[in-house]
């Protein structure tokens, strides 16, 4: 597609339940990252993606959360057993495989948790 | 850990004025240094980016600047619009693709 694409673009859930966000990040780009951000905080960096390597995993914040990616394209940001604190809005980006590159992001996925 | 901030954290200006945005960090080791501008309920928009060994980009009406000894970036907006208005970010990397972001600075510029 032209951009990165999210979705759920929002989604609001149960304390305790698990929900899984999707993103689609832009053709032929091998980086894929996602952040969040929460209200009034800046953006933390949770997990990072390029090609076949393993990931960056340094930035999630429990492990409630887990990522993965299919097939070196979509990938899958898991939270399980939600609680409120992880109300935020979780943004997806990627970038082409030459580190340095500008770095695109999606709309992001609203979660709210009550 | 890198720890970047932007001042000021709000901004008003008038229609047609030029303006300075500052965004300051920690660790001057950094492989590049982004800008980014982000408008309520959207993600982020990529302004510029500034490798460690340039000094500056422009991008029409606008320049980033980067001095990496002092750990300072300055985004100049010439002439500035309302269509300007949104939160502007300023997010450096260390390793070349995890960014550090700084809270932002929101503008708003009246007609």
């Known amino acids: 597609g032209a951009g990165v694409s999210q979705s759920p673009s929002n989604k609001v859930t149960e304390k305790g339940k698990d929900v899984e966000l999707r993103c689609d990040p832009i053709s032929g780009h091998t980086a894929l990252y996602w952040y969040r951000q929460s209200l009034g905080q800046g953006l933390e960096f949770l997990i990072y993606f390029q090609g076949n390597s393993a990931p960056d995993k340094s930035g999630l914040p429990s492990d409630r959360f887990s990522a993965e990616r299919t097939g070196g394209s979509v990938s899958t940001l898991t939270i399980q057993r939600t609680q409120q604190e992880d109300s935020a809005v979780y943004l997806c980006?990627?970038?082409?495989?030459?580190?340095?590159?500008?770095?695109?992001f999606g709309e992001g996925s609203w979660l709210t948790v009550v | 850990k890198q720890e970047v901030t932007q001042i000021p954290a709000a901004l008003s200006v008038p229609e047609g004025e030029n303006l300075v945005l500052n965004c300051s960090f920690t660790?001057?080791?950094?492989?590049?240094l982004q800008w980014f501008r982000q408008d309520p309920g959207k993600g982020l928009t990529s302004l510029l980016l500034i490798q460690s060994s340039q000094r500056e980009q422009t991008s029409g009406r606008l320049n980033a600047s980067l001095d990496k000894s002092s750990g300072r970036s300055t985004l100049y907006i010439a002439a500035s619009q309302p269509g300007d208005s949104a939160t502007y970010l300023c997010?450096?990397?260390?390793?070349?693709?995890?960014?550090?972001f700084g809270k932002g600075t929101s503008l708003l510029v009246t007609p």
């Open positions: 980006a990627s970038s082409g495989h030459n580190s340095g590159n500008t770095i695109y």
């Open positions: 660790d001057s080791a950094i492989y590049n």
């Open positions: 997010a450096v990397s260390n390793s070349g693709y995890a960014l550090n």
